[in-house]
């Protein structure tokens, strides 16, 4: 017990954006450890206890796994505040199998949605340790700034490439593509051996 606010994250990317933004003045627990497979995913008890003692639970809100753990979050804790981190961005259908609603659930690996997904931390942070609003704010603005940079280079190396297509084993880069006009194929499909 740190004594620090606590917030849960489904994936490392929220960790990264929301560490960004608050340092270390927070308490960041991640469900989906590194090499954890999201299709697979069931939280135990233990899990689900360290969820309960945090101040919010920050979904991805397109990961197989998370439906249910947010529904019995809910029912078990009420007063969890569970936010939806890739609210209001514009999903795209299809990518990969094994994640819920028929979405690619991979929406931070475009650095415009990943500042939609710092928003939606940033605001609900604010809510938790107001104290804290001159840090964090500086900390955010920082983070759209770094976000921001990063989206102008892949404009300025991606310049003259709409339309064209890059390979990839896994179909996590489809946001990606979708923000400077390029077209992801995938050879590595439903963890099928390719020829």
């Known amino acids: 017990d740190s004594g620090k606010p606590v917030v849960t994250v489904s994936i490392?990317?929220?960790r990264y954006l929301l560490e960004k933004i608050v340092g270390d003045s927070i308490e960041i627990n991640v469900l989906l450890a590194d090499g954890t497979n999201p299709e697979t995913f069931n939280p135990s008890m233990e899990t689900m206890k360290q969820i309960a003692k945090s101040d919010a639970y920050f979904s991805i809100g397109l990961l197989g796994f998370e439906p249910s753990l947010i529904e019995?979050?809910?029912?078990?804790?009420?007063?969890?505040?569970?936010?939806?981190?890739?609210?209001?961005?514009v999903l795209i259908s299809g990518g990969c199998s094994g994640h819920g609603e028929g979405y690619d659930p991979h929406v931070w690996s475009s650095a415009?949605?990943?500042?939609?997904?710092a928003r939606t931390m940033y605001e609900e942070i604010l809510k938790i340790d107001p104290d804290?609003?001159?840090?964090?704010?500086?900390?955010y603005n920082t983070l759209l700034g770094e976000l921001d940079g990063?989206?102008?280079?892949?404009v300025e190396k991606l310049s003259g490439k709409t339309?064209?297509?890059f390979v990839v084993w896994h179909?996590?880069?489809s946001y990606f593509a979708d923000d400077y006009g390029l077209h992801q194929i995938s050879v590595g499909q439903e963890g099928k051996e390719q020829s």
């Open 12 to 14: 490392e990317p929220q």
């Open 72 to 89: 019995k979050l809910k029912s078990n804790n009420p007063d969890l505040n569970v936010v939806d981190t890739s609210s209001g961005i």
């Open 112 to 117: 415009r949605n990943a500042k939609v997904i």
């Open 132 to 139: 804290n609003k001159a840090f964090y704010e500086q900390n």
């Open 150 to 154: 990063l989206d102008a280079y892949a």
């Open 163 to 165: 339309g064209c297509a």
């Open 171 to 173: 179909p996590s880069l």
